[in-house]
């Protein structure tokens, strides 16, 4: 509950102008599927449709 609060502050603050950027947002994207070295997204990491199969009872 804590982490919710700190990011309702930061977010206000950001929205009403006392800050002029979040930190986090700023940082370069690290993506898990090693796209940025290979140059091509990697689609089987968010193709959880095709992965999974229904259970059949």
Do not use: C, Q, W
């Not at 990011?7 to 690290?30: C, P, Q």
């Amino acid at each position: 509950m804590a982490r919710l609060k700190t990011v309702k502050n930061r977010v206000s603050l950001y929205l009403s102008g006392d800050i002029t950027e979040l930190e986090e947002l700023v940082e370069e994207r690290l993506y898990f599927d090693d796209r940025a070295r290979r140059g091509t997204v990697t689609d089987h990491f968010t193709a959880y449709h095709r992965m999974a199969t229904p259970n059949i009872y």
